[in-house]
Nanobody, 117 residues
Framework: QVQLVESGGGLVQQEGSLRLSCVAS????????LGWYRQAPGEQREYVAG???????AYADSVNGRFIISRDYIKNTLFLQMNNLKPEDTAVYYC???????????WGQGTQVTVSS
């Protein structure tokens, strides 16, 4: 069974940094796309960043230049390095994966990020 488990969230002051991790129960090379989404209270879930199996990266405009998505193949882990955090980055952050073998999307349980002003 495919599982994604996030960690690394917490409370940080604005302009601070956090690094989120998402450990997969299978090889991350089995995923066609891996990404991060976030959902703030009262808001819809929104795309943050993603990486394809070929290594193509994409970022939402709101985080481009501040966040960096990366992978560790040996640890089967997806990372999101978040720098220069702003209060509007406060949200629950979710890891998302789409397997190469089928259309099913997988989601982690989420990790809370709170940025204080």
């Amino acid at each position: 069974q495919v599982q994604l488990v996030e960690s690394g969230g917490g409370l940080v002051q604005q302009e601070g940094s956090l690094r989120l991790s998402c450990v997969a129960s299978v090889s991350i090379l089995d995923f066609n796309i891996l990404g991060w989404y976030r959902q703030a209270p009262g808001e819809q879930r929104e795309y943050v960043a993603g990486v394809t199996v070929g290594g193509n990266l994409a970022y939402a405009d709101s985080v481009n230049g501040r966040f960096i998505i990366s992978r560790d193949y040996i640890k089967n882990t997806l990372f999101l390095q978040m720098n220069n955090l702003k209060p509007e980055d406060t949200a629950v952050y979710y890891c998302n994966g789409l397997l190469r073998t089928g259309p099913t999307e997988y989601w982690g349980q989420g990790t809370q990020v709170t940025v204080s002003s």
